[in-house]
């Protein structure tokens, strides 16, 4: 009687926390901080550059892996607790070491990302705080912007003490990924400062931007060595230095996904656009769309996916007269993240659902605790 109880008792998780691991002095250099949900699911943070998300059964191996505990001893308990072979226990934890280490040593990964443990949907799960802070810096814009920005929603933008509580504050409570928006985020003189404490953090770290400033060398190698992980570069199609800001970042060891709005202007020269993105090497696109494009927008969607597009429907994107209606993959829905899974903080510090949700401010981060802003459902 007892066997056939332990058959059908239910695996109790791994207690929430968040774990730290720092390389050995003969290793190369490499950080991992594991956060650990009440579902028994996982967040591994790999060099402060990519967010993994892990099923129970992959977050136990993080655990063990992320604690230094000897592959034997990880594979007997895991056996243990899941009722599988010590043999096939074993054989998936070093298969998940192999893979965490690969992940280590390669360049250029995408900032959010799945290991093939029977992937789950990330936004499904109770979170107790955002996988992700969009931080609005400032709204302002540079001259001669075809994009907008709400200047009037905010009276202040805050001080480069006050964002550096906020993102400590947003470490805390366990959010792994930060991305610096606005407006245009270049324009503050210490985004770099606020990169780089981020980084110091161990939180993976984006920026939107219209690229511009990168493609002076200086200005990139600065945010390079300050901790930048990701840009979201807002293409600007007929501008020539729009596509070299483009072909700058391409190189480097950081990982680029471009925007594109299409309007009315510039639909006809799209299916040339993307061409000469996939044909620049760019593999990870983002687009919105002014109204009446619904046509427009399923062709380029195809398109998109033939040239190998990997598209993306939950990052930040910049305003614009038309109202962003983002492409999602083929195979996937676009889940009910807004609120949950990311979280948008304007100039001023007020808290909304996501980017353009001005009438449901939240709470301000500068002033209110995650459990007045952040609900879990």
């Keep these: 009687m007892n066997f056939i109880n332990r058959l059908f008792t239910k695996v109790e998780p791994l207690p929430e926390g968040t774990h730290h691991m720092q390389a050995q002095l003969d290793e190369k250099p490499y950080r991992l901080h594991l956060r650990l949900r009440a579902d028994g699911s996982g967040l591994l943070v790999v060099n402060a550059a990519t967010v993994l998300h892990l099923n129970p059964t992959a ?21 243990a607790r899941y009722r599988i072979h010590r043999k096939e226990a074993q054989t998936d934890y070093l298969n998940f070491v192999e893979r965490i280490h690969s992940l280590i040593s390669t360049p250029d990964l995408d900032p959010v990302t799945f290991l093939d443990f029977e992937r789950a949907a990330p936004y499904s799960a109770d979170l107790s705080a955002p996988l992700r802070l969009d931080c609005a810096i400032t709204y302002q814009l540079p ?66 931007t219209d690229g511009l400033k990168l493609a002076e060398r200086t200005y990139l190698d600065l945010l390079l060595q300050t901790g930048l992980d990701h840009v979201l570069l807002i293409l600007q199609p007929e501008a020539d230095a729009s596509w070299k800001a483009v072909a700058t970042i391409l190189p480097e060891d ?101 980017q353009g949700a001005s009438d449901q401010i939240l709470g301000n981060l500068l002033r209110d605790p995650w459990e007045k802003l952040h609900k879990v459902e």
């Design 59 to 79: 977050a136990e191996y993080a655990y063990h892996f992320v604690r230094g505990t000897d592959p034997v001893e990880a594979a007997k308990q895991v056996a």
């Design 143 to 208: 001259q001669d912007s075809a994009e907008h920005a709400p200047v009037k929603r905010v009276d202040r933008e805050l001080s480069t003490e006050e964002w550096q509580g906020i993102l400590d504050k947003a470490w805390r409570a366990g959010v792994p990924h930060i991305t610096f928006t606005g407006g245009e985020p270049t324009l503050r003189e210490d985004l770099p400062k606020l990169i780089a404490h981020a980084e110091t953090n161990g939180q993976v770290c984006g920026l939107l």
């Design 254 to 354: 950081l990982f680029l996904t471009v925007h594109v709005t299409v309007n009315q202007t510039n639909a006809p020269q799209m299916p040339a656009c993307l061409q000469r993105l996939s044909a620049l090497g760019v593999r990870s696109l983002s687009l919105s769309f002014a109204e009446g494009l619904d046509e427009l927008q399923g062709s380029l969607q195809n398109m998109a996916a033939d040239l190998g597009f990997n598209l993306r429907w939950d990052l930040p994107v910049p305003y614009s007269e038309s109202n962003p209606v983002a492409l999602e993959t083929k195979d996937d829905k676009i889940p009910s993240g807004a609120g949950r899974a990311w979280m948008y903080v304007e100039p001023d510090g007020d808290v909304l659902p996501h």
